[in-house]
């Protein structure tokens, strides 16, 4: 299969873990064709988008339009992910048909165009991203361990300092002060009775149509047992341009309030976890040279004033 159109940020991602994401590069060809036999697959077509792993456009054996997603094994596809998409059972997420662990691969329902590519305003997108996302806060946690809140918020800490670090301090003091604030912050406040179902990635690149044009569903969950407040926050670090355009501080504190409104979250939960994945965020695309991360170091650098 050839492999010509696999995005740049899933080649890059797999680069960046050296010779096993080489590897999984060169053997990926010859997964795709056995996936696409055993399966009885038609129309093969890779997918724009996707940061780790490959999706592509496939028809099943009887017509039904379907997505085949292949994930290096350190992405764990068959572990969150496959435990959250079973839970759900096609409610708030795309539903899966079938998975194959040896090639690390999940066969899903293809859902319409990515809500990023519709056109609409930020203001439009951000209340389907909390009309989608009050299904997802309401689907069952699956069995199994999921990072929890304090964990994830530990995560990103971790992730923050040491990433800041080794790319030689393109934040300033403040930034990473607050940063570690608020980290300690979030963890205290993990309360597993206010905890859900959180998607952990949940911005408008991952919310799809419905083929039937009646909602959103969402591909690709990291999976968290955590508040709601932070699948609230990732959409938080979105679309930093807009904030750039005004002063973001005042702009991001409008911005939190109307996610804060339209899902009856508390704002200040939401506003800490934005800044937390407005960071980590913007440092993970430096490291990898890819996005908008110079408008979200902007962004941060303006936050931190707060």
């Known amino acids: 299969m050839d492999l010509s159109r696999l995005p740049e940020a899933v080649r890059r991602r797999a680069l960046d ?19 696409a036999s055993q399966w009885r697959l038609e129309g093969v077509d890779i997918l724009d988008g996707g940061s780790e792993a490959v999706a592509m456009a496939v028809t099943l054996p009887d017509g039904r339009p379907a997505v085949l997603k292949v994930a290096p094994p350190w992405a764990d596809l068959l572990g969150a992910e496959r435990r959250v998409l079973e839970a759900a059972g ?3 997420f795309a539903e899966l048909y079938a998975v194959d662990e040896a090639a690390h691969a999940l066969l899903l329902e293809r859902l319409g165009t990515r ?14 991203l909390c009309g989608a996302l009050t ?4 689907a069952p946690v699956p069995r199994g361990d999921l990072m929890n809140g304090a964990e994830k918020a530990r995560r990103l800490g971790r992730f923050i300092a040491e990433t800041a670090q080794a790319l030689g301090g393109p934040l300033s003091a403040p930034v990473l002060a607050r940063a570690a604030a608020y980290v300690a912050d979030r963890a205290a406040a993990h309360d597993p009775a206010r905890a859900v179902l959180a998607h952990g990635d949940a ?22 047992f955590i508040e709601p407040a ?40 939401i ?11 913007g440092l993970l695309c430096c490291k990898l040279d890819l996005f908008d991360w110079r408008e979200m170091f902007q962004v941060a650098e303006a936050w931190a004033a707060d």
Not at 115 to 128: E, F, S, V
Not at 135 to 138: L, P, S, T
Request: hydrophobic share 45%; charged share 25%.
């Open 17 to 35: 873990e050296g010779e096993r994401g080489r590897a999984w590069l060169a053997a990926l060809p010859q997964v795709l064709d056995r996936l």
């Open 203 to 224: 911005h408008a690149a991952n919310a799809l149509q419905t083929l039937d044009g009646g909602g959103f569903k969402f591909i690709d969950p990291d999976g968290l």
């Open 135 to 138: 299904a997802v806060w309401q």
């Open 90 to 92: 096609g409610v708030g």
């Open 115 to 128: 809500l990023d590519l519709l056109g609409w305003t930020p203001g439009a997108q951000m209340d389907a």
């Open 230 to 269: 932070y699948d609230l926050g990732v959409i938080m670090r979105e679309w930093p341009d807009v904030l750039l355009e005004d002063e973001p501080l005042g702009a991001g504190k409008a911005r939190c309030a109307r996610l804060g409104t339209l899902t009856g979250v508390d704002a200040e939960a």
């Open 271 to 281: 506003w800490r976890w934005g800044y937390l994945e407005t960071v980590s965020t």
